[in-house]
């Protein structure tokens, strides 16, 4: 039980058998969201087309190279690709049609049934931010994270009813080895959060190892035959997938779970500095990666992934939050639909280095782009700061305070009787006011969206309570979470299973740093 000793609580733990099937904290919000209003098409079909012949051209006549990977080289061969060593080209149209198995929705199970998520459709789930190797807040500074910051992160996630998925690497746990870390954030996940998360893909082992562990938590049979855990790989762009990458995509594929095919092109490093030819390329790498989880396992799920950004031509530094690679996610989107695939895209990104007004310039023009592209999956909703080499605290307060609004403004416009207001308008008539009418009192809880963090107040009484900002109020919010945070119940069997294998897998290898 060294494991459970080390968190430094006492573990709630029960014994019914599977994973709980109710509520495990106070306040649940929706599982995930339904949007009501419509993804934003920006681009005609002239022009889609025109993408997707390009597209089809650097496949064709550039193609992909797949490294230290002979079982991918094996599966493209079998499909009829065109290998020249470690090259691959494919013919216009192979990797759509390969792609038709894969289901244009899934559920992803969590541990609690309440909390399961539905991605794809019209559904929008919210996960946290990802990958980061620091932490900041305004305590302590920029640091690196730390096993203690990443469990808090999960709780801090658990904690608001804005987020819908537990996320993944919420921040690198320096101060456990490399070998061994994503042994301690799977856990972490199931522990502290009754969620939906994310497994390790730096390697087919440690992907391997992840998925061993969502079947000690489901059951070996149920995750054979659904999604419980998702896998986040990156193509190593431009037009290179190397055998870290596809050989854990594979893992995922061949479990029957979903990897998410992500580029990263930086315009004008990784990609071309024009945002139709960025899109080419990220529609090319993406569709043969989604393509190849397809070959390893027929119908298994699968994300369409984007991630678009910009650089400073005058330093060479990566940007994120700006315009074009925004506006960019709006065709990725329309291109994603075209074939009938999940998506991920955009997020809260910002190069800020603090949690202030630059943070969240950049925070929500990236978000609502992946409001109005149709985005399915977002992850880095909430923390990403200093261009994701740190997880802010605050501003991951911030940010799934951002979100809580989004679920507002995602469920667009209801018209009926109710929303209407007749009845308010005869019984107020001309020249008074709606304060104490019928229907504002029917509706007063429900109307608009409150946040826990903005200051509405009049000036007078913010002076008085302090002239706090919202970055100070933020701060105060993740602590007063993390007193009040509550685990959710997790069967005892269950714990001791994953505990156990946490261990042995752990006593099987020496530490590695690297």
């Not at 430094?8 to 995930?32: F, H, I, M, N, W």
Request: hydrophobic fraction near 40%.
């Amino acid at each position: 039980m060294e494991l459970a000793e080390a968190t430094g609580e006492a573990p709630r733990r029960t014994r019914s058998g599977r994973p709980q099937r109710r509520e495990g904290t106070k306040k649940l919000g929706v599982p995930y969201i339904v949007r009501n209003i419509p993804a934003y098409d920006i681009l005609g079909e002239e022009n889609l087309e025109r993408i997707e012949r390009v597209a089809d051209r650097i496949l064709a006549e550039v193609g992909i190279e797949f490294r230290d990977d002979p079982v991918a080289l094996e599966h493209w061969r079998g499909a009829g690709a065109k290998i020249d060593g470690l090259r691959v080209t494919f013919e216009p149209g192979m990797l759509k049609e390969i792609v038709r198995s894969a289901p244009s929705q899934f559920t992803q199970h969590a541990r609690n049934p309440a909390r399961s998520v539905e991605i794809g459709g019209r559904n929008v789930v919210f996960s946290p931010a990802y990958g980061s190797p620091f932490v900041m807040d305004l305590d302590k500074g920029r640091r690196y994270g730390t096993i203690e910051d990443f469990r808090n992160l999960v709780k801090l996630a658990q904690s608001s009813p804005w987020l819908h998925h537990s996320g993944g690497t919420i921040c690198e746990p320096v101060d456990v080895p490399v070998n061994k870390r994503h042994l301690d954030m799977v856990y972490s996940h199931v522990r502290y959060s009754d969620r939906a998360f994310m497994g390790s893909i730096t390697s087919e082992e440690r992907a391997e190892d992840s998925i061993e562990m969502a079947r000690i938590l489901f059951g070996a049979d149920f995750v054979d035959r659904n999604c419980v855990i998702l896998g986040n790989v990156n193509v190593n762009s431009p037009l290179v997938w190397d055998g870290t990458m596809t050989k854990s995509l594979r893992a995922y594929a061949r479990a029957n779970q979903a990897a998410v095919i992500v580029p990263f092109i930086l315009g004008g490093a990784m990609g071309p500095v024009t945002n139709a030819g960025a899109i080419a390329q990220s529609y090319a790498e993406t569709l043969a990666g989604c393509a190849l989880t397809q070959l390893e396992r027929k119908g298994a799920p699968v994300i369409f992934g984007n991630f678009l950004s910009s650089m400073s031509l005058r330093s060479g530094s990566p940007t994120f939050g700006t315009p074009e690679p925004a506006i960019g996610s709006m065709v990725v989107g329309q291109l994603a639909r075209r074939l009938g695939l999940p998506l991920r895209c955009a997020g809260n990104f910002s190069n800020s280095k603090r949690p202030d007004a630059q943070a969240m310039q950049e925070g929500v023009m990236s978000m609502l782009s992946a409001v109005h592209c149709g985005a399915n999956f977002v992850l880095h909703s909430a923390g990403f700061a200093d261009g994701l080499l740190a997880m802010s605290y605050e501003k991951f307060m911030m940010d799934m305070d951002f979100c809580g609004a989004l679920h507002s403004y995602l469920a667009g416009v209801v018209i009926d009787d109710n929303t209407l207001a007749m009845d308010a308008f005869l019984e107020v008539g001309p020249g008074s006011h709606f304060l104490g009418c019928e229907h504002t009192m029917r509706n007063y809880q429900t109307a608009f969206w409150d946040s826990s963090l903005s200051d509405n107040e009049p000036f007078e009484k913010w002076v008085e309570q302090g002239e706090t900002d919202m970055a100070l109020r933020a701060n105060r919010s993740w602590k007063k979470a993390l007193a009040e945070y509550e685990a959710p119940p997790l069967d005892m069997a269950i714990d001791d299973a994953l505990i156990d294998y946490v261990e042995r897998r752990k006593g099987e290898m020496p530490d590695a740093w690297y």
